[in-house]
């Protein structure tokens, strides 16, 4: 299920992310009335817990209000619905991302802390994978989790349009790969079927209606064959497995390519100034 940003009312929402950055002043009711003895952040913090456990599937306003002791009703009085929870429960999620990384050692280093960091908060939060990224929050945590990715190129000679699209490829590869081991791990408890059973069957029916598998798709055959990933002793499952192989190669891939792009601006850039 895909979830969108921006659900709620525009100006409602933007007062909410911004409270406690000095934007509002008073954001913290919704409509006059005599206090619940809750907060915003009570709230969007039980939303994000549930979310944590649960799925985003289970968050509406009455099951927080559950969670809280209270009613639905009781909630409104701070969050309006559950469009404006949604964008509060994203961008407190990735208020919990580092925004300093060490760069003494190079850009290269602190990406690949920066890679590891964001993948794992991926995993602690899996439900933020199904909000959209067409259609940002534009709270400050998510802008701060921007910044901090540009700045660990600070220093490094790249041409600042080549640099906005190498921040989002970074971005997306990482969540790309990590979605795949998020829904892996959901696939069981939603379809009832543990992946054992589903790889046996399926595997046993695309074997029936295509006896002649390998010779059609002799040169994946070949790779599956040669590259195949040797066994782990801690039982890791498949899917899981490659894909934080893949995770980990594809980075190193993509820091080759900026590494090259890097040294193909300063090549350009000298040879400008050459011609100067």
């Not at 995993?123 to 259609?135: D, G, I, K, M, T």
């Not at 081991?181 to 046996?200: H, L």
């Not at 498949?238 to 893949?246: C, G, K, N």
Request: proline fraction near 5%.
């Amino acid at each position: 299920m895909v979830v969108y940003a921006g659900q709620g009312e525009n100006k409602r929402t933007m007062a909410l992310l911004w409270r406690a950055h000095g934007a509002v002043q008073d954001a913290d009711k919704v409509s006059p009335g005599p206090k619940q003895g809750l907060s915003v952040d009570e709230i969007v913090d039980a939303a994000v817990e549930l979310a944590d456990a649960e799925g985003m599937n289970a968050v509406s306003m009455r099951t927080v209000g559950k969670v809280l002791g209270r009613s639905g009703m009781a909630l409104y009085t701070y969050v309006p619905s559950k469009g404006e929870l949604v964008d509060l429960m994203y961008d407190r999620a990735l208020g919990e991302l580092p925004t300093r990384y060490d760069v003494s050692q190079g850009w290269r280093s602190a990406v690949v802390a920066w890679a590891d960091d964001y993948w794992a908060f991926f995993l602690r939060h899996p439900w933020v994978l199904q909000v959209s990224s067409a259609r940002p929050v534009l709270g400050p945590n998510e802008f701060a989790s921007m910044d901090t990715v540009v700045r660990l190129f600070d220093g490094v000679e790249l041409p600042a349009l080549l640099l906005r699209r190498i921040v989002g490829t970074l971005a997306n590869f990482v969540r790309g790969c990590v979605q795949t081991i998020a829904e892996s791990r959901q696939a069981p408890g939603a379809t009832g079927i543990s992946d054992e059973e589903w790889w046996y069957a399926r595997s046993a029916a695309l074997a029936a209606v295509v006896p002649d598998f390998a010779q059609r798709y002799s040169a994946l055959i070949r790779l599956e064959t040669e590259g195949a990933t040797p066994p782990d002793d801690d039982c890791t499952p498949y899917m899981e497995r490659e894909s934080t192989e893949q995770f980990k190669a594809g980075l190193e891939v993509l820091l080759d390519g900026i590494d090259a792009s890097i040294t193909k601006a300063a090549a350009s850039a000298a040879g400008s100034a050459g011609a100067t």
